[in-house]
């Protein structure tokens, strides 16, 4: 069946069976696929028959799919002409892990953050009708992605609009790990409503749970169905607030989403079809473990179990010295926003679940919350990825900085993050955060030093920002760092550096000037030892170089900095962000600034536009930031 599709007309000419079939065969090819190459998987299998019906019942490209996160679009794709596209997915060149209108008509938005679709959708809607067309426009969201306030801010606005819109809610009771709030408990309710053509046995299951009317009631109740609504679920919400509510629906049951969806399809204004459906549905080990299956590496099909083994990261390693301060100092909290897996605090939920803040995906709403506490003698520590705190942007200004709370910002995925692509490569946060006042910016070369910047942060006393990168720390091994100073930088003197200089030197003795540096290499972060293995390379050619480990974006050690560039004349920095107000900037900045003379400068960063998939090590490369790269350049 899976041969034959490459489009929704393709889907629309099969009949149940055969829609049932290709399901199957959908649900075992993407098992293929992720199991290669990793990628979202457990999502993905929740969705197979709901993108099927949708496919089936609207017209895809002049019907707009809106799909939210845009992480279960696999099925999407593969329907839409990417079958074989799908065995590079992620991969340099390959199709993206999330929808891309430049791959094709049918992913009409791109997505990848979540809570966007229904704004999204909605702009679509009021343009068609300012346009005078007819298509319709969906948007799938899923229950974790609705605790978003941006999905608030659309559901608020599109439920008075009488626009045409339908609004797909894809509930599995999870977000990656299970889903939150209050919100989430109001789906519950809804849950328990008889679902979609199932009879009124699971209504009056429902009833007799429910103390005060007992089974005597349940007769005169099932006559009143509004009132059983009433009774069962307090307040309808969406209706509430305008929407026409649809469901809930099973959502692995393609002929009763097909009826729901052809409904849809006929109401006029705001529509919500609430769906049911199982995370990891059809792969047994990702129906138990659909936290794990959410994302990925490349794993065994008959085990589960990942190819390569997991190698400690600079979030574990944050999560476990969070814990050690944590049980030094109770004013300690750590909040996240639907991401405790993915930060590394796992374990900090286990050992202190009263300190511990799930708010959902909520970014904006955990730096505010954090403010909140921080202003009443608490030391929240939030842990966000690089790309997902450009939401929390005005709360970071407003609630945290203008104040200077002490909120300890850490800025996971800093940096390259290789498959996922453009919308999370964090490659804006030193840029954007070196801009506001008041905020203290570290980023640590290694493990060790993330250590002792995150011990440092939660004594400071004033806002701060430590970002470092997905994945563990190099190779190259830095020795003996020294302590953390506020606004100090360290300059790097490893044994074996000083041994291979020494060498270099002695070789070339009769050569007065090989003794002194001529060349200054400031790096930060994850950098640092890329700025040491090119250092050493350098020295291999008779080059001494001094390295520097800025240690700090904001404030920058300008004393030690500018101490170096008047000895060397020769300056380069290396930084795993944009070249626009980043680390080569406040270089720049301060050659022009101290009016310093006769100084050679170049910055090693990524340039001014949003960078594809590819492994970190790939997309190094080809932005010529990698360490052959940057000694040819020197
Ligand atoms: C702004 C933002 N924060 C965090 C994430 C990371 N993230 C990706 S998917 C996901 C969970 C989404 O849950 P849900 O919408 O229920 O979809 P499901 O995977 O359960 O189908 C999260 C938190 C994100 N993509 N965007």
Redesign the pocket.
């Known amino acids: 069946m899976l041969e034959k599709i490459n489009s929704s007309q393709d889907v629309k000419k099969l009949n149940i069976k055969e829609k049932e079939i290709l399901a199957e065969e959908i649900r075992k090819y993407i098992i293929g696929v992720v199991s290669e190459n990793g990628g ?1 998987l ?2 993905n299998l ?2 197979v028959e709901l993108t099927i019906a949708l496919n089936s019942v609207f017209d895809i490209p002049s019907d707009k799919l809106v799909w ?2 845009g ?2 679009s696999y099925v999407h794709k593969i329907i839409h002409g990417r079958r074989e596209d799908l065995k590079n997915i992620r991969k340099l060149g390959g199709i993206a892990g999330f929808p891309k209108t430049n791959e094709s008509e049918a992913d009409c938005f791109n997505t ?4 966007t679709s229904i704004s999204a959708a909605l702009g679509m809607a009021r343009a068609r009708d300012i346009k005078g067309g007819d298509n319709s426009v969906i948007a799938v ?6 605790t ?1 306030g941006m999905a608030m801010e659309a559901l608020n606005d599109a439920g008075t609009s009488k626009t045409n819109i339908k609004v797909i809610l ?1 509930d ?1 009771e ?3 790990s299970k ?1 939150i709030g209050g919100m989430s408990r109001f789906l519950g309710k809804l849950r328990t409503k008889r679902t979609y053509t199932k009879s009124n046995n699971s209504i009056k299951r429902v009833i007799e749970k429910i103390p005060v009317i007992g089974k005597p009631t349940v007769k005169v109740i099932r006559r009143f169905k509004r009132s059983i609504k009433q009774l069962v679920i307090p307040k309808m919400y969406f209706e509430d607030i305008g929407f026409t509510y649809l469901g809930p629906v099973d959502g692995h049951n393609i002929e009763q989403l097909e009826d729901v969806l052809s409904l849809s399809k006929r109401v006029l204004g705001p529509v919500l079809v609430h769906v049911l ?1 199982q ?1 990891g549905k059809g792969y047994e080990i990702a129906e138990k473990n659909p936290d794990k299956f ?1 994302a990925t590496s490349p794993f065994n099909i008959e085990t589960g179990e990942p190819k390569k083994e997991k190698e400690k990261d600079f979030s574990s390693v944050f999560g476990e010295k969070l814990i050690e301060l944590a049980k030094k100092n109770d004013k300690i909290v750590a909040i996240t ?3 405790k897996d ?1 930060t590394g605090l796992k374990q900090f939920r286990e050992e202190f679940p009263k300190r511990f803040f799930d708010v959902g ?1 909520a ?1 904006q709403h955990a730096i505010t919350l954090a403010a909140g506490m921080a202003k009443e003698g608490i030391i929240p520590v939030v842990p966000i ?1 690089s790309s ?1 705190y450009q ?1 929390a942007y005005d709360q970071v200004i407003h609630d945290v900085a203008i104040q200077n709370l002490p909120v300890v910002m850490c800025v996971d995925r800093a940096g390259l993050v290789g498959a996922d692509g453009e919308t999370h490569q964090g490659m804006l946060d030193m840029a954007f955060f070196r801009l506001i006042p008041n905020l203290n910016i570290m980023a640590p070369a290694d493990f060790d030093e993330l250590e002792k910047m995150l011990e440092f942060a939660v004594n400071l006393g004033k806002p701060v920002v430590i970002r470092y990168p997905r994945g563990g720390e190099s190779k190259i091994k830095i020795n003996n760092h020294e302590k953390i100073e506020f606004g100090k930088a360290e300059i790097i003197k490893n044994d074996e550096n000083t041994e291979k200089q020494a060498k270099s030197n002695s070789e070339q003795s009769n050569n007065e000037s090989v003794n002194k540096e001529e060349l200054t290499i400031i790096a930060i972060g994850n950098q640092v030892p890329k700025a040491i293995a090119i250092a050493t390379k350098l020295q291999e050619k008779g080059i001494q170089v001094e390295v520097i480990n800025a240690r700090f974006l904001k404030p920058l050690d300008t004393e030690t900095i500018k101490k170096s560039i008047l000895k060397t004349k020769n300056v380069i920095t290396i930084e795993d962000g944009t070249c626009i107000n980043g680390l080569g900037t406040a270089i720049k900045e301060l050659i022009v600034d101290e009016n310093l003379q006769n100084v050679k400068f170049k910055a090693f960063a990524y340039p001014d536009e949003y960078i594809k998939h590819g492994s970190v090590a790939e997309l190094e490369n080809i932005y010529g930031q990698d360490i052959e790269s940057i000694v040819k350049n020197i």
């Open positions: 979202h457990a999502s929740g969705v939210d996160v992480h279960q990848g953050h979540s809570s969201i899923g229950d974790g992605a609705l978003g894809n599995n999870m977000s990656i889903n459906t995370k959410h926003a639907a991401m993915g995906i970014e990825y997902f939401r």
